[in-house]
C-alpha cells in the first residue's frame, strides 16, 4: 500500500505519494522526467508539513533540466541525482532497462 501524505488545505493539491520508498537507505524517492506546476507544488507542500520525511528525500531528474535543478536548489532538496548517471552505471547490469 502506498503511503499518502496528506495536506491539511482546502483547496488544490492535497496529498502526496513519493514513487518509492526504501527500506535499506531510509529513504524516499521521486523520480521527475517533467516538472509540471502540480509536481512542484507536492514537493513544496511535502517540504512543508513533512520536514523530517523531507529530509530522507532524493529527487532524480534530468541533468539538461534547468527548471529541475533550479527547483532542487531553491528547495533545498537534500539529495539529487541525475538520471543520466544512474543510466549509465546500470543500463549495462539490467537486462529490462528501458530503450534496451
Do not use: H, Q
Not at 19 to 47: N, Q
Amino acid at each position: 500500500e502506498p503511503t499518502v501524505f496528506s495536506f491539511p488545505i482546502k483547496k488544490g493539491v492535497k496529498g502526496y505519494t513519493p514513487d518509492f520508498y526504501l527500506c535499506a537507505t531510509d529513504e524516499w524517492v521521486e523520480m521527475k522526467g517533467y516538472l509540471d506546476p502540480k509536481s512542484k507544488t507536492k514537493i513544496k507542500r511535502f517540504k512543508r508539513y513533512y520536514e523530517s520525511e523531507f529530509n530522507k528525500f532524493t529527487f532524480i531528474i534530468s541533468k539538461y533540466s534547468t527548471d529541475g535543478k533550479n527547483f532542487a536548489a531553491e528547495l533545498e532538496i537534500p539529495r539529487v541525482i541525475f538520471y543520466e548517471d544512474i543510466r549509465s552505471f546500470y543500463s549495462d547490469k539490467i537486462s529490462i532497462w528501458e530503450g534496451k
